[in-house]
Structures are given as structure tokens and as C-alpha cells.
């Protein structure tokens, strides 16, 4: 039958298109949907960074780096400006991986990439601009199809009915599959609630004569932090991360509120001056944490319809194409004869304990970086310098973000270490070099 398929999959973005990638491979016949077309930027904003972990799943489905990101927004510095008081340097390298550097990711390149590659494959039909706005179920509850229209929001296609053993919500943080398929949250981490705004600018000047395209974080304390990637093609994406409750504080609109959280940093104010805009200030006001029930009868989640956290870490593309891993082979040993509610579970099991204890410390530096009081001055000028000018400190946080070491071991304030060193130093006069 032409409107049958081994599996469906909600939305084709990066856990998506990934899937069908990985299902193919795998013989299965996939019919790949998307409300939005391609090129295009995802419905919920991202701004996005990739660490060698993504690339390394990337390549496993056979990318190379050049097909989706640009060398300008390859980044080998970071740079934390603490507060204007001091700026600390991390160099990639010290990550000593198989890739000692990351990429700024421009996201409408980077999912039509993905996309048209999945399309391209022949086992999979691929339909952009037809959302799923209903799923079937038979007699017994399991998920048996779904119900799609193109161009669905004007409405003014006839609906279609589409049946697979197996339909797989890739439809991001705001997963109308998961709610269709009954799916709910069985793990929340949401006492810090955060928002992020960010928007595209041309034209930004360079950080320093001697770094051309570092990544920036600026902590600005009290509850503001911001972060400014190159993209490539001389386009910077700045993003502001904040508390909820300030995107709209004292009625101002979000935009304004990120117009003016801009300024609070004096060295990327300096950035700004002759910088230009280019894309309207697009973010998310509550970006809640945690996972939902990621199986059932006839179906699946995937991606951030699953498992859904704060961007501080940037792990959300990883972990999507993680979790993409993870289903396929759960899916093989479905196909292999396992029932789908025990491989279902394997698979929901395993991708939780992948990542609970990122999410952990994710949470954690929220809470430090939005929802601590900054310290004072001379604990910013002795301990806090002292750590973040440490290169036993720089190399595990980096490799931290590129989950090359168990979260846990992870420390983000001032260990004894650091501050011996630190100490040390300021004493004899050795001005760590990677002290900008
Ligand atoms: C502000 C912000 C900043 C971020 N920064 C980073 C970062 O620096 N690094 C990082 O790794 N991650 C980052 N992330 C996370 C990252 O963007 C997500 O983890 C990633 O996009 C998840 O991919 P996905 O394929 O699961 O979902 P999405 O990218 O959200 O794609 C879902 C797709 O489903 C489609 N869809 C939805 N409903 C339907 C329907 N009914 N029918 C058909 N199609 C449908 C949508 O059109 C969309 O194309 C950030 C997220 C946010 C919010």
C-alpha cells in the first residue's frame, strides 16, 4: 500500500532527519514529515554550538564538517569575560580530543543539510510542509498513523491518512505528538526557570587584535549572561540568557529587554557599535528540563520532544543525535524479534542514563549563573580569576561540554587545585599567558 510505511516520523530536523537516516541503513521504509520547509529556521529558536561530540555522530552518518559548517565559525578560543573585571581564554586545544575545536553552527544551513540528505535516501519519502495534526489509534490504543495535511496551517488541503508499525514524534520541546500519544513527563528539573533571546548582527567588531573568531561568554551577574558565536560569513549570533521572570520586567517587551541586556557588557557594547542587526530577536521565555515518556504502544519520541533542556551547555544537538542513535538500535532489535515495549524501554533507559548527569550540572550552572548574587569584587579578583585562569580548570570544563569526562566529576566553584596554583602565580609574578 503506498500510505503504509515501517515507521513515521513527526518532524525533520535534526533528531528527525538523523532517524531516517539511521532507519534506512537499516532497510526499514520511512515516511519523513515536516510542517516547515527547507530551507528554513527551526520553529524554536536555537543559537546553536557543536562540540566534537556532535561532529562525531555527524560523521558517523557520513558528513563531513564542510557540508555543514563554515571554517570562519570554527572556534579554537573561548573567552569568559567575568563581569568586565577580568577575561579568561580557553583555548580548545586543551580539550586533547580527536577534534580540538568546535563550530557555530548557522542553523537554516545546518537542518536543510540534514534534511536533504535523509530525502535523498531511497527508502525515504520525504514531505516538508505537511504537519501531522492527528494520530491514529485502533481499538486496543496503540498508535497505528497519523493524520497530515500540506500546507497545514492555511487548511486548505483535504487530509491524508498515513499508517506505520512504528510513528516517532521528532517534533521538538513543545512535542504536540507526545501529547497525542498520551505521553507525559515522568522527570522535571524546573526550579530556576530561564529564558534565552537571541538575534543575528553583521558587522561586529573583533573581541581583540589577537583572537579573530572566539566564542564569547559575558557574565554580567545579577541573573544576565551573554554569549556571542560566529557563524560564519561575518554573522555573529548574540544570545542573552536570563531568568524568566526578567524577559518582561517592568512591561518591557523581550526585545527591548535584550537590546538592553546587550549594553550591560562594556567590552561586547564596544563589539556592537558599528553592528547591525539582521534578524528579528526570536527566544524562548520558559525553557523547562527533563524527559517524557519516550515509548508506547505503535510509537516514539525522539530528540527534544523527549528529552528537553536549558541551552547553557549546549548539548541539545548531541544529545538529539544521541538519542536518534539509540532508537535505531532499538529499533533493530525490535525488528530482530524483541517486543517494541521492551525495547522501548531499553532505549528510554539508556538515553537517561546518558545524560542525567549533564542535566544535573546543566541545572546547577543555571542556578549559579542566573540565580546566585554575584560575589564581591575580591573574591571575582582572587578565587574566581584564579579558577578560570587555571588550565587544569579550563581543560575540564571544556571537556566537560564536549562529555569527554563523567559530569560528576566536574566542580564549577573553586576547588583547592586552581586556587593553589592562582595563588602561586599572582606570588611570584607568572601571569598565567592565557590571561587575556
Ligand atoms: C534558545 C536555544 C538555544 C540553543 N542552543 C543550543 C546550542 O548552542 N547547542 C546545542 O547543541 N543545542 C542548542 N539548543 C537545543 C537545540 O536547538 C535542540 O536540542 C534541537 O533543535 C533539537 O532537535 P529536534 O530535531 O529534536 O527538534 P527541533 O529542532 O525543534 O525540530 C522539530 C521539528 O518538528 C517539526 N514539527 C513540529 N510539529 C510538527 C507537526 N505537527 N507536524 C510536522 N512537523 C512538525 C518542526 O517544524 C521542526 O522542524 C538550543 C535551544 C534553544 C531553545
Request: with cysteine.
Amino acid at each position: 500500500m503506498d500510505n503504509q510505511y515501517d515507521v513515521i516520523i513527526v518532524g525533520g530536523r535534526i533528531a528527525g532527519a538523523s532517524l531516517a537516516m539511521r532507519l534506512s541503513r537499516q532497510n526499514l521504509k520511512v515516511l519523513l514529515i515536516d510542517r516547515g520547509t527547507f530551507p528554513s529556521w527551526p520553529a524554536v529558536p536555537s543559537s546553536p554550538i557543536i562540540y566534537p561530540s556532535a561532529m562525531r555522530l555527524l560523521e558517523a552518518l557520513g558528513f563531513a564538517e564542510t557540508e555543514y559548517a563554515c571554517p570562519e565559525a570554527k572556534v579554537t578560543q573561548v573567552v569568559m569575560d567575568m563581569m568586565g573585571k577580568f577575561q579568561a581564554t580557553f583555548s580548545t586545544e586543551l580539550m586533547q580530543l580527536d577534534r580540538n575545536y568546535i563550530y557555530g553552527i548557522d542553523r537554516n544551513k545546518f537542518d536543510t543539510v540534514l534534511w536533504e540528505r535523509a530525502a535523498s535516501l531511497p527508502l525515504v519519502t520525504a514531505r516538508d510542509n505537511f504537519g501531522m495534526t492527528d494520530v491514529i489509534k485502533d481499538d486496543n490504543g496503540r498508535v497505528t498513523g497519523i493524520v497530515g495535511r500540506a500546507g497545514e496551517r492555511a487548511g486548505e488541503r483535504a487530509a491524508e491518512r498515513l499508517y506505520a508499525n512504528l510513528v516517532v514524534g521528532a517534533d521538538g520541546r513543545f512535542s504536540q505528538a507526545a501529547r497525542k500519544f498520551g505521553s507525559r513527563p515522568f522527570e522535571e528539573l524546573n526550579d530556576y526557570p530561564s529564558a534565552s533571546f537571541h538575534a543575528e548582527w553583521e558587522n561586529v567588531g573583533r573581541y581583540s587584535e589577537t583572537m579573530q573568531y572566539p566564542a564569547a561568554l559575558f557574565q554580567v551577574g545579577n541573573g544576565y549572561s551573554l554569549l556571542c558565536i560566529p557563524l560564519g560569513n561575518g554573522k555573529y549570533i548574540i544570545a542573552n540568557y536570563l531568568r524568566t521572570a526578567d524577559v518582561n520586567a517592568d512591561g518591557k517587551k523581550a526585545e527591548e529587554t535584550y537590546l538592553e541586556n546587550l549594553q550591560k557588557a562594556p567590552r561586547l557594547r564596544e563589539q556592537l557599535k558599528n553592528a547591525r542587526r539582521v534578524t528579528p530577536v526570536v527566544g524562548v521565555r520558559r525553557i523547562d528540563n527533563g524527559y517524557r515518556q519516550a515509548y508506547g504502544d505503535g510509537w516514539a519520541l525522539v530528540g527534544d520532544a523527549f528529552h528537553y533542556e536549558s541551552p547553557l551547555d549546549g548539548q541539545g544537538i548531541y544529545n538529539a543525535l544521541l538519542a536518534s542513535q539509540f532508537l535505531a538500535e532499538a529499533i533493530a532489535e525490535w525488528q530482530a524479534g524483541k517486543s517494541w515495549l521492551e525495547a522501548g524501554a531499553t532505549y528510554q533507559q539508556r538515553f537517561y542514563d546518558s545524560s542525567i548527569a549533564m542535566l544535573k550540572q546543566t541545572v546547577k550552572r543555571v542556578k549559579q549563573e542566573l540565580y546566585t548574587s554575584p560575589p564581591p569584587d575580591f573574591v571575582v579578583n582572587t578565587l574566581i580569576r584564579w579558577m578560570l585562569t587555571d588550565p587544569v580548570y579550563q581543560q575540564q570544563f571544556l571537556r566537560y561540554l564536549a562529555r569527554a569526562i563523567d559530569p560528576t566529576t566536574f566542580s564549577f566553584a573553586p576547588t583547592p587545585g586552581p586556587i593553589v596554583r592562582g595563588f602561586w602565580r599572582d606570588v611570584t609574578g607568572r601571569r598565567n599567558g592565557r590571561e587575556a
